[in-house]
Nanobody, 124 residues
Framework: QVQLAESGGGLVQAGGSLRLSCAAS????????MGWFRQAPGKEREFVSA????????AYADSVKGRFTISRDNAKATTHLQMNSLKAEDTAVYYC?????????????????WGQGTQVTVSS
């Protein structure tokens, strides 16, 4: 089992940047593919980005491609989401998730563990 804790959310102006972090408990972090999802008020949770266990493969939603970058540090059991050129429509609660022995999946159903989320608010 793994526990996930997101951090780094906050309020930022449109065009600004934020870096989200997700810290995982346990010693088996490298067994998990990691994903980031978000949920805006009144909307369903949606895929943002994912990274494979080794970090060699990544995936992005079209809406964030070219602006967001996912990375991971297996030695530190962390994954990050660097968000640049933020837009008002990026406002949401951002969740990290772990997929045991998974690949960089876009499907929420593939993920076994979820963090509590961190709020990102982009003012226009």
């Amino acid at each position: 089992q793994v526990q996930l804790a997101e951090s780094g959310g906050g309020l930022v102006q449109a065009g600004g940047s934020l870096r989200l972090s997700c810290a995982a408990s346990g010693r088996t972090f490298s067994r998990y593919a990691m994903g980031w999802f978000r949920q805006a008020p009144g909307k369903e949770r949606e895929f943002v980005s994912a990274i494979s266990r080794s970090g060699g493969s990544t995936a992005y939603a079209d809406s964030v491609k070219g602006r967001f970058t996912i990375s991971r540090d297996n030695a530190k059991a962390t994954t990050h989401l660097q968000m640049n050129s933020l837009k008002a429509e990026d406002t949401a609660v951002y969740y990290c998730a772990a997929d045991l022995f998974g690949v960089a999946s876009e499907s929420m159903s593939e993920y076994d563990y979820w963090g509590q989320g961190t709020q990102v608010t982009v003012s226009s």
